[in-house]
């Protein structure tokens, strides 16, 4: 199975200096996804939200934390491992608290409206817009 992840639908993101944190979905799962900040082409390390709860052990952490120095091209810096465990640390709640999918993109043009009427008076008046889809292809 493939890997999905569309960071121009992110959630949020956060710049610590050479890393970047992203909250984004990878194949519809919340996840944390850590990249450099300075490096393009560089690997990604992702920690999903199935996994989060192992991250509150702290040989864990320390031990995924130095993988995700070396995974991002970082471990000879110092200090890099302690500073990756504080971002994820700090990142968790977010990650837990984010919406389970991302908003859905709507059509820019509106397909028409709607007004709620209360005695003949318009009290509020809303345009119509649907999901868009966009193509697929391959086997569905």
Do not use: C
Request: glycine share 8%; hydrophobic share 45%.
């Amino acid at each position: 199975m493939g890997v999905s992840i569309d960071l121009a639908r992110a959630h949020a993101s956060h710049h610590y200096g050479e890393i970047i944190a992203v909250f984004t979905w990878v194949n519809d799962e919340r996840a944390l996804v850590l990249l450099p900040a300075y490096r393009k082409g560089a690997p990604w390390f992702v920690v999903m939200e199935s996994a989060s709860f192992k991250y509150d052990n702290p040989v864990y952490l320390a031990r995924m934390s130095a993988k995700a120095a070396e995974v991002l091209g970082m471990e000879e810096a110092a200090g890099t491992a302690f500073k990756i465990a504080n971002i994820i640390i700090e990142g968790l709640p977010d990650l837990i608290r984010m919406p389970s999918a991302p908003e859905p993109q709507m059509s820019k043009a509106a397909y028409g409206n709607m007004e709620l009427r209360a005695d003949g008076e318009t009290i509020a008046r809303q345009d119509i817009h649907l999901e868009h889809e966009g193509v697929t292809y391959g086997p569905a």
